[in-house]
């Protein structure tokens, strides 16, 4: 079965670092370009991050630069977002996500950011 | 950044309505755009890709259209499981942006 699963997520206090990642099953992980997705409780959608297949090219959301780290580990088969500074807004459940010809997305995971 | 512009931003409709969502962009984005159901607490669906061409196992009421700045998904029979935010997405550059998101709702 082709599936992304997200972890990592949690309640953190603002300033406060966490690392989700997102495990790939069912496809050839390594030739696909990933994204993170978020979306804050009760709005839309928000394009976190891309990474190419490789990892060599790599974007970020402006709300999110200098703060968050995308990579990806292709004999792993997973990826990641590492996310530090943690701010309110960041509160959201990210998806990771597989997106143009090739799409599947994870189930999410929820991120809080509060004291 | 390319920006969509998803209208409307809600919608209150019947069983068996034809109902049709748009989104425009700032700038041409060829026919990468893809169109997504999201139901709560779950993951957005893609129905659409390539701005008209249905997703595997997605029923055929679901429909697409346009190409450069102009988009359409237009369902041409609403059932009771389609009540749910639908979304639009481009994918032409790197940075990915989505349309706000239209809220079907059933009247």
């Known amino acids: 079965e082709v599936q992304l699963v997200e972890s990592g997520g949690g309640l953190v206090q603002p300033g406060g670092s966490l690392r989700l990642s997102c495990a790939a099953s069912?496809?050839?992980?390594?030739?696909?370009?990933m994204n993170w997705v978020r979306q804050a409780p009760g709005k839309g959608l928000e394009w976190v991050s891309y990474?190419?297949?490789?990892?060599?090219?790599?974007y970020y959301a402006d709300s999110v630069k200098g703060r968050f780290t995308i990579s990806r580990d292709n004999a792993k088969n997973s990826l990641y977002l590492q996310m530090n500074s943690l701010r309110a807004e960041d509160t959201a459940v990210y998806y990771c996500?597989?997106?143009?010809?090739?799409?599947?997305w994870g189930q999410g995971t929820m991120v809080t950011v509060s004291s | 950044d390319i920006q969509m512009t998803q209208s409307p931003s809600s919608l209150s409709a019947s069983v068996g309505d034809r109902v049709t969502i748009t989104c425009r962009a700032s700038?041409?984005?060829?026919?990468?755009l893809g169109w997504y159901q999201q139901k709560p607490g779950k993951a957005p669906k893609r129905l659409i890709y390539?701005?008209?061409s249905l997703q595997s196992g997605v029923p055929s009421r679901f429909s697409g259209s346009g190409s450069g700045t102009e988009f359409t998904l237009t369902i041409s029979s609403l059932q009771p499981e389609d009540f749910a935010t639908y979304y639009c997405?481009?994918?032409?550059?790197?940075?990915?942006?989505f349309g706000q998101g239209t809220r079907l709702e059933i009247k």
């Open positions: 990474i190419s297949s490789s990892g060599s090219t790599i």
């Open positions: 390539a701005a008209s």
């Open positions: 069912g496809f050839t992980f390594s030739s696909y370009e």
């Open positions: 996500a597989a997106i143009g010809a090739f799409d599947i």
């Open positions: 700038q041409g984005i060829r026919n990468d």
């Open positions: 997405l481009q994918h032409n550059s790197y940075s990915i942006t």
